[in-house]
């Protein structure tokens, strides 16, 4: 059976909900607006599509400078060089003869593919595909105080560059850190002295990855960084506003939900749950922002409700079959939950287009 | 670009991560308890396709004795009535015209279609487009101490009720309601008062449909109930074993995950994260429970990542590479993130099916 998803040309008033949907203008502007303030501060810039996983807003990115792209999974790379990308980083300690094989293959197809790895493990295994054929470029990933992957010291990182140099079928090229926030002094002692290390035993490092979307406007306080990778900044979020990287005029998804019940005078639920909006709070007592409504909160989620205590509302209250547009928390995971993604322009649907890499297994 | 699924024959070893799968007996178990347990009180059992939204394991449930099943969505319903279900509740207020226009085709081709309604305007958009042809069935749903949806009095219930039946293309079917956690006495109230009331009136209420998984066994509890529903026993969970439901021996999902970096002697990351578990806590303070490693924690998740606390872990610790099960907190929300299941049936791959009704619109 086919999902009657909304088509081209429709009001967005007559989607039916639960809903995501993409505001084309302010897509465009956060594209621009990012790509600018790179591009100002001459610091190449690979964006995450982990938060689109399409491959036409990909090209959007590409199109307004990006020198490629950035994926977290085999098979999501796979998605993109089949809509013809050819820069793409992996990051990700790619494991299991299984998945490297897949990556081999994807090596052969794309013109500059490059993973990373953070121990031996990883690279032994790389090894042992990557012995003939196009050479596979691998970055070191550092952990400059995010606390998730990473080495720990610059000579960590040294050393096993030094193993992925000694391998035949791989190329160290470089360093990477998905840092903490407000962590550009620590990515910066960080790159500085491993460079300095490697440079005294002749490597060269060509790439410094650095990434995050909440200190994108601050990529340029990391001069040591080659490239900058980002994912959430092109359809911002409510995380991304508490950030101060955005405002409200730049929240470029909604979530459509309707008003399916009211059932006190201080009390409304809605359509989307956690099967829409998920549970991620990133550090909010509450699950995502009614336009319009100030003083709702959306209190609790079960799978298909949200539960809205209006208590402190000051608005009008809505009744039951009400649309409202949901701020989420968090975009990308969002993005995750649905099969296409709707775009609209000036409240009129302008392109229902499928979530390429979305359901990727590995 | 078809995703590489594995296969069936495929040992769980092999099986690459992240990857949630289904221990095929302990399905099996699960649905027989539940059945059985039912059964020896004589109470029809619903279960609610939201944990599986697989037709092959409805179908499971059904063999074994299930009267109907319960959907959320009506393009969940039409999925299932796509592959021959007949007796199909949608526990949801249905708004809008095309929504209601897509339910009354369904009604026209499913044997017992049933909706539930809790304020009039729910039941006025149904009343207009079930003016002619197979009058549509309604419940009226009451909150009986949830704190989501329903009606709030059993005077609100009778008053829904009697504006059901004054509506040409609807009749009133009775009551319902998903209560709170050892809601027992409060629902069993409630339904005793409004049966009384419309007993008075003169009006038939014969289905009080009861439901939820945490209080399965005790559904007995409430003699008006003439069906209960339940959804996440089919698979289990954390939360349920919390509740005392189950025990860890009929935890029929997992998540398979693999240790992708150690960057320190107390930190392991996995490659199963909020994209793989979600992040629904249901009131747990960490993300999920790995088998065989007691003490570690998954103390934070990124979408691809989840970082393990291994400070109190008293087992050996995980080496990169090492695949690990992963209990999640919430099976539901699981389902919902994958385009297919695996199945397996003493650690060898059994069945890999669609999740039909995964990433239905509304």
Redesign the interface.
Same mark, same amino acid.
């Given at each position: 059976?086919d999902?009657?998803?909304p088509t081209v040309g429709t009001p967005l008033a007559?989607v039916?909900?639960?809903?995501p949907v993409i505001d084309e203008n302010r897509l465009a502007a956060n594209i621009a607006r990012a790509q600018d303030y790179l591009t100002a501060h001459g610091l190449p810039f690979r964006p995450h599509i982990?938060t689109h996983k399409i491959p036409a807003v990909a090209q959007q990115q590409i199109d307004a400078g990006a020198i490629g792209i950035n994926c977290?999974?085999v098979?999501e790379a796979?998605?993109f060089a089949?809509a013809g990308f050819d820069d793409i980083l992996i990051t990700?300690?790619v494991?299991?003869a299984?998945?490297v094989a897949?990556l081999k293959a994807l090596n052969e197809r794309v013109a500059t593919l490059r993973v990373v790895a953070?121990?031996p #493990?990883?690279i032994s295994?790389l090894a042992q595909a990557f012995s003939d054929g196009k050479p596979l470029e691998v970055l070191v990933?550092c952990?400059t105080g995010a606390?998730?992957?990473?080495?720990?010291t610059p000579e960590a990182a040294v050393a096993l560059a030094q193993l992925i140099n000694d391998a035949d079928g791989l190329r160290f090229a470089g360093v990477l850190t998905y840092p903490a926030v407000g962590g550009a002094a620590d990515v910066e002692a960080f790159l500085q002295t491993t460079m300095g290390l490697l440079a005294d035993l002749g490597i060269d490092c060509p790439v410094r990855s650095n990434g995050g979307s909440p200190d994108l406007f601050a990529a340029h306080m990391v001069p040591s960084a080659t490239e900058h990778r980002a994912g959430t900044y092109v359809y911002n979020d409510r995380s991304m506003v508490r950030a101060g990287e955005c405002t409200a005029d730049d929240l470029a998804m909604h979530v459509l939900a309707?008003v399916?019940?009211?059932? #006190?005078p201080t009390?409304a639920?809605l359509?989307a749950g956690?099967?829409a909006l998920?549970?991620?709070?990133l550090g909010f007592a509450d699950h995502g922002e009614i336009v319009g409504l100030p003083g709702a909160r959306i209190v609790s989620l079960?799978?298909?409700?949200a539960?809205v205590d209006l208590t402190a509302c000051t608005a009008p209250l809505p009744?039951?079959?009400t649309q409202v547009r949901v701020i989420p928390n968090h975009t990308?995971?969002v993005t995750?939950?649905?099969?296409r993604m709707v775009f609209h322009r000036d409240g009129i649907v302008t392109r229902v287009i499928p979530v390429a890499a979305r359901?990727?297994?590995?």
């Open positions: 059976m999902f009657p998803w007559d039916l909900t639960p809903m982990k977290q999974k098979t796979e998605v089949d990700y300690n494991l299991g299984a998945r897949r953070d121990n #493990t990883t295994g990933e952990d606390g998730r992957c990473g080495v720990q309707t399916v019940s009211r059932p #006190t009390r639920v359509d956690s099967k998920t549970s991620d709070l079960s799978e298909e409700h539960v009744e039951v079959g990308c995971v995750n939950l649905f099969d359901g990727t297994v590995w």
